[in-house]
C-alpha cells in the first residue's frame, strides 16, 4: 500500500477535540490551558469553543507530562509537532483502533486487509502518511539537562554511561493511552466517497461501528 491517498481517491479526515475532552486526554487543567494560551504556548484555537486537532492533542499531552517533570513548555515547544507525529504513527499501528474507515463493505474490507497485510510486510507507509512522521522513533530522551531528542533505543544512551542522569518519555506508551483516553477514532478515511446506498465504519483493529446510510 505504497501510493498516496490521493491516487486511490481515499479522503481523510483528522478528528478534533474540545478543551474539555483536551483536559482528559492530557491531564491538563483548564485553567493551565488558558495560561500557556495567554503565553503562545498552546497550540490550537482559543476561546470557548476552541478545538483542537488529533496532533495538537498529542502534543500538548506530551509537553504537559515535560512540564509535570520541570521542563518548561518554551522548551519542548521547538519538538513537539515532530513528537506528536510519532505518537499518532504509532496509535495507528496499534491495536486500539485509532482509525475509523467508512465506505462500502468491500472497499473498507480489501482497505484494511492490503492495510494489515503492508504492516506485517514492514511497510508503515499509510501511518506514516496520516500521521506525517517519516522515521519512528519510540523515545524522547534528555539527559544532563541538555537538549530534548528522538531516539529508537534509550536503552543504548544510557549502558553507554554518557551522563549521570536523564528523562525520557516512552512514545509508544503514549500512543497507546492516547487512543484509551480519546474514547473515539483520531482520524476518519473515507474509501468510497463517490459510492452511494449503504456503507460501514470499521475500526483499523477490526470491530465494526454501526451501519450508516450514504
Given at each position: 500500500m505504497k501510493n498516496t491517498f490521493e491516487e486511490h481517491g481515499w479522503i481523510p479526515t483528522e478528528s478534533t477535540f474540545s478543551a474539555t475532552e483536551l483536559g482528559t486526554i492530557s491531564g491538563m487543567p483548564l485553567n493551565l490551558q488558558r495560561v500557556w494560551r495567554?503565553?503562545?504556548q498552546l497550540p490550537g484555537g482559543s476561546g470557548k469553543q476552541a478545538r483542537f486537532t488529533s496532533h495538537q492533542v498529542a502534543e500538548i499531552m506530551v509537553r504537559y507530562h515535560l512540564a509535570l517533570n520541570g521542563i518548561?513548555?518554551?522548551?519542548?515547544?521547538?519538538?513537539g509537532?515532530?513528537?506528536?507525529q510519532q505518537i499518532l504513527c504509532f496509535a495507528l499501528l496499534g491495536s486500539g483502533g485509532a482509525c475509523e474507515v467508512v465506505g462500502q463493505i468491500g472497499e473498507v474490507e480489501n482497505f484494511l486487509e492490503l492495510f494489515k497485510r503492508d504492516i506485517l510486510a514492514g511497510d508503515i507507509s499509510v501511518a506514516q502518511e496520516l500521521a506525517g512522521s517519516v522515521e519512528l522513533s519510540q523515545f524522547l530522551w534528555r539527559e544532563d539537562g541538555g537538549d530534548l531528542g528522538l531516539v529508537a533505543?534509550?536503552?543504548?544512551?544510557?549502558?553507554a554511561r554518557r551522563s549521570i542522569s536523564g528523562?525520557?518519555?516512552?512514545?509508544?506508551v503514549a500512543a497507546d493511552q492516547l487512543v484509551e483516553r480519546a474514547g473515539r477514532p483520531l482520524f476518519s478515511i473515507n474509501v468510497s466517497p463517490r459510492a452511494s446506498g449503504r456503507r460501514i465504519r470499521r475500526m483499523t483493529n477490526g470491530r465494526m461501528l454501526e451501519l450508516v446510510s450514504g
Open positions: 495567554s503565553r503562545g518548561p513548555p518554551g522548551e519542548s515547544a521547538p519538538i509537532k515532530e513528537v506528536a533505543d534509550v536503552v543504548q544512551l544510557i549502558t528523562l525520557f518519555v516512552d512514545l509508544e
